[in-house]
């Protein structure tokens, strides 16, 4: 059974800071994985979305990075801002349509 | 349009009360989907359609009902609720059944008294 787990649950940065999250899954055999932000009591909007066989895609100020065969993956944010304040997820696609979701990690941007 | 309307934003209904969830994109997207999100818990999947069929049942209980009367519109019919079904329902969608990037509405609170 596939899990997603997000280390840490809870991040507090000074605005300006260049930042990492991290995603970890058990099962090395997927089709993509997505991240996403959401921001408190809404949905959620697509970030970046890297395939099985890349190793990184780049929007912006972000950049999400996958290593399959250790079943980790990162999402740098550069410059942090307080607008980057949301909780972000990671979603690993096993087919069929099903994603599986981490728990999220909360970011607070402190101006 | 790269939007997925879902209306109501709020809705507040009784045990013995129907209502229903209506989602709508117009992005051309071939698979739609339900999803449940209790308060600080990632989303699960409940139903998915692919090309206005019911592809996934997530074994959700009878009490929610989905249709999918053309590809551009997602219903979600609620009979019967309990209190523990109080949480946001997203819907989302996709330009094929496989693989590709969510878009997600902004969801439904939904509570249950």
């Not at chain 1, 895609?57 to 996958?66: K, P, V």
């Not at chain 2, 013995?16 to 969830?21: C, E, I, Y």
């Not at chain 2, 219903?75 to 330009?95: G, T, W």
């Amino acid at each position: 059974k596939q899990e997603v787990t997000q280390i840490p649950a809870a991040l507090s940065v000074p605005e300006g800071e260049n930042l990492v999250l991290n995603c970890s899954f058990t099962d090395s055999a997927i089709y993509n994985l997505q991240w996403f932000r959401q921001d408190p009591g809404k949905g959620l909007t697509s970030l970046l979305l890297i395939q099985s066989s890349q190793r990184e895609q780049t929007s912006g100020r972000l950049n999400a990075s996958l290593d399959k065969s250790s079943g980790r993956s990162t999402l740098y944010i550069a410059a942090s801002q307080p607008g980057d304040s949301a909780t972000y997820l990671c979603a690993v696609s096993r087919g069929a349509q099903k994603l599986v979701f981490g728990q999220g990690t909360r970011l607070t941007i402190n101006p | 349009d790269t939007e997925v309307t879902q209306t109501p934003k709020h809705l507040v209904m009784g045990m013995t009360n129907k209502k229903s969830l209506k989602c709508e994109q117009h992005m051309g997207h071939r698979a739609m989907y339900w999803y449940k999100q209790k308060a600080k818990k990632p989303p699960e999947l409940m139903f998915v359609y692919s090309y206005e069929k019911l592809s996934i049942n997530e074994s959700v209980p009878s009490r929610f009902s989905p249709e999918c009367p053309n590809s551009s519109l997602l219903n979600l019919h609620l009979h019967a609720l309990q209190p523990e079904d109080s949480a946001l329902y997203l819907c989302a969608s996709s330009q094929g059944p496989v693989n590709e990037k969510l878009f997600f509405g902004s969801g439904t609170q939904l509570s249950v008294l």
